[in-house]
């Protein structure tokens, strides 16, 4: 009888056992630290240029950017409420609300007189930290989205003003495009309101985690109160991967946080179609997301990585006519310069120099040092159409002439087409399109950003592994 | 006691129950009826531009093709062992065996000299029965890679011949480029060797399920032995869906089944830069992988489908210099004929006219019956530049020139990229591009489809699936 009562209790003693190791509760892995990463105008070609480039420079060996590594990947459609090619703002805002809206609305409804609620928002009254870091200007209609509310992206000012009343714990990158109106200047206003103001190297380097609120704004901008393009950042420049890293030490802390990072100036790139820039450009947000990996790799259970586009650009296609089955990403090497920049060297140059067919030729060597174009022994061998195409270019239009993103006069925007022409690169378009664009995805819930998504379902999807 | 040993006995019987009612065995669902389908040519943009026009004329609200409802989504590189910009021989060859090869190889490695076993071969293998199904000729390359072993995509007399012999079960679509050398004849051999020979629509209609394989050529075939693009199909025309519906039932056995269905022609479409006929031929494959869905309803715990594409083909781009913002896709509606059959209308119109400025007058009066051009009354009004294009097109040049894939004239193909240029659309090539190509997938496995995967992940993800 013992015996029985014995066998008895070893059976239910491993009964127990075998259940309580079989039984799981149901898991609902919570993301702690997230990270929102939109690279503006980054379609898939984008991408995939940017890593043929980078493994072309390495030798060959085809190497996948770091967050092409990610294990969750989805498609999402980016159309507005009112057009089927989307804009910054109206993208901006589905990625920061989950609502469709019309073209220029800052997180405000179709009608623009109701405000949206947006992820940054949410994550801050949840108590997590907020970042929010661009490298164009702050007051930028992506950046925007998350702390602003207007129904025009172009009310920079009142934009400015938004965020000098916002509770973001960290703002990063570019400056102001309006900042200061009559009697309102929104640097002073946000002072007020509690930011400790940087503009200069020393002290964000010296900056270190404390309670109050970040404004930096990067000590060296460009048109536009934008960050340098990453083909023109000089040595020791602070990079927009820099910025994030320094975020990321600033925010940490046991509430976690929620940061948004844009690389704005893939966008302008593609606008201008400029692929020698483009492809740096997309590489140097790629180290951004590295360094948010960093963090994710020392807290693998906590922490969510998204990395997606508002929308691609320029209607990048990886073929050309001339080049047919063939690519050269490497030949994109030579060119040391963004057309923007190349066309201020073309102004000061115009000033001893005149339009005509001596000019040509000294222009030609010019060209030689920034995008490799010359006679047999430069890397770019001109040929006579290119010739005709670039004299064409030069004789018939004023050098600076300015465009709508960046200021790309027809010569420089000729040299960036044969720069794209012989890498076995082209453009349809030099605005938006609507094609679907990717997104990457690693750390808590990263297996529901896989599939066909609208960009309004990502701040669902991202909230849902937060709440 | 013995109130202890009945409690003990009830205890443990609900320590057992609990046990085996969270007990759940690993869970290794197999799939036993598997398509894949492979849209040539077909890239992320083709597939946004199809559903963005079928959404266009089915009056504006959005609608995803049904393939693109699939959960799974993934993205592959399709890189060719010796080039950048693969070819649909090496492509196919990656899909159907799971290793990189050079350009041109039929499932031979990169030496040209060992066969590589495919998937088709292995699930035949298995027990399964196999379908080979394609819009283009059986003997091209997509096709070809399933079930023949060749160094060279051009030996299609030797590729009919490795078909005559093969052991799958069903055949279907288009016919053969090169089926009689010497005393071999790929179509007697085939019939010798066990394949009834279908090539008339009462005998493809009747058709029902048998032991014997069967080899349906399609009755109605154009240049290079395919059947027609989906936009000159008469009424009646067998459609690849119909044939695709066809294997089903024909192949439906307890064994299951592997099906290669190809839409072959997208590719053709894009090489040629004819946007309006291209957005046709994706909704026609479209139509394909729906009859698979279909199936799938009926059995979608055995069911898996995977659709994707070889690579991209002629850069595709959502959007233009011209219409910067705006489409307006619904206008390729007004194309009603390919470029390569409106290049026949104009050799027969050819014999009677001449390529002086009445004939260009009157050539313009037929460019309004197939794509909508005119004047004021016209659905596309022609301007200026487009009228200056045109009419070079048509001076300068042979009407009935042909071309590498499709033929189509000078005339033919600057008629379309105005088609392309009204409906917001641009090509930056007319041959294959190395951007990344989606995938997706439903059914058993569809999880593992999704990610950053290379085009020889998918017949091993497919084989895991199965085995």
């Given at each position: 009888m013992k015996s029985f009562r014995s066998f008895a209790f070893i059976l239910f003693t491993f009964s127990i056992f075998l259940f309580s190791s079989c039984y799981q509760p149901p898991q609902e892995p919570k993301a702690k630290y997230v990270f929102l990463f939109i690279g503006d105008g980054m379609g898939l070609a984008q991408v995939i240029a940017a890593e043929g480039y980078q493994s072309a420079m390495m030798g060959g060996e085809y190497v996948p950017l770091g967050f092409r590594q990610f294990p969750g990947v989805g498609l999402t459609t980016t159309y507005a409420a009112n057009r089927f090619i989307t804009g910054s703002a109206a993208a901006g805002t589905s990625l920061a609300t989950g609502i469709k809206t019309n073209i220029?609305?800052?997180?405000?409804d179709t009608s623009g007189m109701v405000p949206l609620e947006t992820l940054a928002e949410k994550a801050k009254k949840k108590g997590m930290k907020v970042g929010i870091i661009s490298?164009?200007?702050?007051?930028?209609a992506t950046p925007a989205a998350f702390y602003a509310h207007r129904p025009?992206?172009?009310?920079y000012h009142e934009i400015g003003f938004d965020l000098a009343r916002s509770d973001v714990d960290f703002f990063g990158g570019g400056g102001f495009?309006?900042?200061?109106?009559e009697d309102v200047n929104v640097l002073e206003l946000a002072k007020e309101n509690g930011f400790q103001y940087i503009n200069d190297e020393a002290s964000f380097r010296a900056l270190t985690p404390a309670e109050n609120k970040v404004l930096f704004v990067h000590p060296d901008l460009t048109s536009g109160a934008s960050m340098r393009f990453a083909i023109d950042q000089p040595e020791g420049y602070i990079t927009l991967a820099e910025i994030t890293e320094k975020a990321i030490a600033y925010l940490d802390n046991e509430n976690g946080f929620f940061m948004m990072v844009e690389g704005g100036k893939i966008d302008w790139l593609c606008h201008a179609n400029d692929a020698g820039a483009m492809v740096r450009e997309v590489i140097d947000f790629s180290a951004a997301v590295d360094a948010a990996v960093k963090f994710y790799k020392l807290h693998p259970e906590e922490t969510l990585i998204v990395v997606t586009a508002d929308h691609e650009t320029?209607?990048?296609?990886?073929?050309?006519i001339r080049m047919k089955y063939k690519?050269?990403?490497?030949?994109?090497?030579?060119?040391?310069?963004s057309g923007e920049d190349f066309n201020a060297v073309l102004s000061e140059w115009r000033k001893d120099n005149h339009l005509n067919e001596k000019g040509f030729k000294k222009i030609l060597q010019v060209t030689h040092e920034?995008?490799?174009?010359?006679?047999?022994?430069?890397?770019i061998v001109i040929d006579d159409n290119e010739s005709e195409s670039l004299k064409k270019a030069f004789m018939a239009y004023d050098l600076s002439q300015e465009g709508?993103?960046?200021?790309?006069?027809p010569f420089t925007y000729q040299s960036t087409l044969v720069m794209a022409d012989r890498a076995g690169l082209g453009w349809t378009s030099q605005t938006h399109t609507p094609v679907a664009v990717p997104v990457y995805a690693i750390g808590n819930?990263?297996?529901?950003?896989?599939?066909?998504?609208?960009?309004?379902?990502i701040p669902k999807l991202i909230w849902e592994t937060i709440e």
């Open positions: 220029g609305r800052i997180s405000m490298s164009v200007s702050i007051d930028h025009d992206r172009n009310m495009k309006d900042p200061v109106r320029g209607g990048l296609g990886l073929g050309n690519s050269d990403y490497a030949l994109l090497g030579n060119q040391s310069i920034y995008f490799g174009f010359g006679g047999d022994d430069a890397p709508d993103y960046a200021n790309y006069s819930g990263f297996e529901s950003f896989s599939g066909n998504l609208d960009n309004t379902d």
